[in-house]
């Protein structure tokens, strides 16, 4: 007896702490934040802070700032005050420092660049946040630049929960860069590791041990073992590296046998590039405004306090650059998609006129008897052996109705856009240049893809006297293109609609670069003549298997090869499928086995002159 109500008594005092245990506070966070000329990035980094899903009332922000000179102060200081009003953040320490003439540090001749001064500085900076965190015994120190991107507001919460020494979330940015280092060579310095794009590409998910965090380190302060993180070289005994904060701060782990992670369950955010030392505070606005629509592919439009309206950067004049129309093609009840595209836009510059889609999902037998509809006898979808879709019907007419716009408002030059791309940075300076090429070259194209997918084995070839034009092979996908008024005629010439099969097959038969035969035999007269940027301009923005891929076109029911018939929907998954790895700037070109070639046809067995994916 006396067991049994012993065991009951301990279940009991097990049960009890679990639901004491399950309303503990949250861990504090002491976030320091050290800001220098950042008012172009501050509107969105301080909205996107305010935003995270972590109790305020546990939180401690930090703010240390000096040498401004732009508004950065301005901004600072009004946000302050209006947090401070709503008294949700534990207290809000701001070191605000004023300065007059050229706002330099010493020995400075620009704001932008490194010297031994600069170093010494941030060290000690960092070095003071740090021992500030630790003087107000805060649980976790988390280490934050001002130009880092939280586009996922769970990430404090996820890195707290992570429960580990030192962590920090996957940023990522425009090229290969981002805030974690794989290696460390025997200088100390950045050495790739063999999982590095494994891990930034977020195919190899988890948190993952690391030689180097820096830009977003969260350091829990509660362990023994953190007294000896440090950001100053002076604080390590027999320090053996260079005098740099984040090599110091990783060195300051590394010696102790504190590990680092770098967690990429989520997509957390982006950060931005360093500038070079040859560059000008003026060219970080170049780059926010590409890692603000970088962001889109992935998230929402980043929503700011309009507190910081007044401070964002004037949006560029928008332009047609000298084409007669620019096309965005979008279905009505994809609002979401024509909201994110009008956001890119704005940012781009770009005046685009809105094309409602053809949806699949309504056409009915009297629109396909209307319009003379009929699919291509014989016709199966090469990768699923099954007959038209009727979202491919709707896709096709949607670019078929625009050719015929072109050819009724006699327009010369157009470009024809799909809603879910994405711009490759610094798009519209690589897009002039692509534009002065077709140009200066115009009687040798009819059709210039801007995006598309590059197939397998695919061989192409430059245009003479180009960097930016080649002759196009077997291709799919119409995510934009140029269009000239011989290039439309081209393509309605044939009466398509009697003999349907997808668009992305259709212009390769025009262009007469189909492997199919039988298809291409329905059309006689293959005279199109296509070229495409390279390396690629635009990308989708999700590819089969990602986190928020979603098909619209696939999504639809299949049409009777004689009736015209809805049937039983099945499932495609190739439209977007990244089938050869085509990632845009961030890897390689085209799939493997894809070859560019330097000039012309004639030069094809010029090996040295051929540059295949995998050649070293």
């Known amino acids: 007896m006396r067991l049994l109500v012993g065991l009951s008594l301990f279940l009991l005092s097990v049960v009890l702490c679990e639901d004491e245990s399950s309303e503990w506070k949250d861990p504090t966070v002491f976030i320091t934040i050290l800001v220098r000329n950042k ?38 200081e009004e946000w302050v005050e209006k947090v401070n009003r709503e008294h949700k953040y534990h207290s809000i320490i701001k070191e605000l420092e004023t300065c007059s003439g050229g706002c330099l540090l010493a020995g400075e001749t620009s704001p932008v660049g490194w010297n031994d001064a600069k170093f010494q500085h941030i060290m000690t900076v960092r070095q003071n946040a740090l021992d500030l965190a630790r003087f107000y015994w805060s649980d976790y120190m988390w280490n934050l630049d001002s130009d880092v991107l939280l586009l996922n507001p769970d990430v404090l919460q996820d890195l707290v929960n992570a429960n580990l020494p030192v962590v920090a979330p996957l940023l990522t940015s425009l090229g290969q860069y981002s805030n974690f280092w794989g290696e460390m060579n025997d200088d100390f310095y950045y050495k790739r590791s063999a ?23 969260l350091i829990d302060l509660r362990t023994r073992e953190s007294d000896h993180v440090a950001f100053h070289h002076r604080k390590i005994p027999d320090y053996p590296g260079p005098e740099d904060d984040i090599i110091v701060f990783a060195l300051s782990c590394s010696l102790n046998d504190i590990p680092m992670y770098v967690c990429n369950q989520k997509d957390y955010g982006m950060i931005m590039l360093p500038l070079e030392d040859h560059q000008k505070l003026e060219d970080d606005l170049e780059i926010l405004r590409y890692v603000l629509l970088e962001s889109t592919s992935r998230h929402p439009p980043i929503k700011i306090d309009p507190i910081f309206h007044k401070y964002l950067p004037q949006l560029p004049q928008k332009s047609k650059f000298g084409l007669d129309e620019i096309y965005m093609i979008n279905l ?11 956001y890119n836009f704005d940012l781009l510059g770009i005046n685009a006129k809105h094309v409602p889609a053809v ?9 396909l008897d209307q319009k003379k509809i009929r699919m291509m006898p014989g016709f199966s979808e090469p990768y699923h052996d099954r007959p038209l879709k009727l979202g491919e019907i709707g896709c096709f007419m949607s670019h078929y109705n625009i050719w015929e716009e072109m050819i009724n408002l006699d327009y010369e030059m157009i470009l024809v856009l799909e809603d879910d791309i994405r711009f490759e940075p610094f798009f519209i300076q690589k897009f002039h240049s692509f534009l002065e090429e077709l140009r200066d070259r115009r009687e040798d194209w009819d059709l210039a893809f801007v995006g598309r997918k590059i197939l397998h084995n695919a061989e192409e070839w430059y245009l003479d006297g180009t960097n930016s034009l080649v ?47 039988t298809w291409m035999n329905n059309f006689p007269v293959r005279n199109l003549k296509a070229v495409s940027a390279s390396p690629r301009l635009i990308f989708p923005t999700h590819y089969t298997g990602e986190d928020g891929y979603i098909s619209d076109t696939e999504d639809t029911s299949l049409i009777e090869a004689d009736k015209g018939e809805d049937t039983v929907p099945t499932s495609r998954e190739e439209t977007k499928e990244d089938t050869d790895g085509e990632k845009g700037a961030k890897e390689k070109e085209g799939g493997e086995g894809h070859c560019v070639l330097a000039k012309d046809k004639s030069k094809l067995s010029t090996s040295n002159d051929i540059q295949c994916n995998g050649d070293n």
């Not at 009505?332 to 009008?342: F, I, P, Q, S, T």
């Not at 949806?359 to 629109?367: C, I, K, M, S």
């Open 39 to 76: 008012a172009h990035v501050l509107p969105y980094f301080l909205s996107l802070l305010y935003n995270l899903n972590y109790p305020k009332d546990r939180i401690i922000l930090y703010f240390k700032s000096h040498d401004n000179s732009d508004n950065s102060l301005e901004i600072l």
């Open 195 to 217: 999982d590095y794009g494994a891990i930034r590409e977020r195919k190899k998910l988890g948190c993952h041990n690391v030689a180097m965090v820096h830009s977003s380190q």
């Open 332 to 342: 009505e009840r994809r609002e979401d998609r024509k909201e994110r595209m009008d």
């Open 359 to 367: 949806d699949g999902r309504v056409l009915t037998a009297e629109y």
């Open 471 to 517: 002759y196009v092979d077997y291709t799919h996908w119409t995510l934009g293109y140029v269009l000239t008024q011989t290039g439309a005629r081209k393509l309605i010439q044939p009466e398509p609609l009697s003999k349907m099969i997808p668009v992305d097959e259709y212009i390769p038969i025009m262009y007469d670069r189909h492997p199919n035969i």
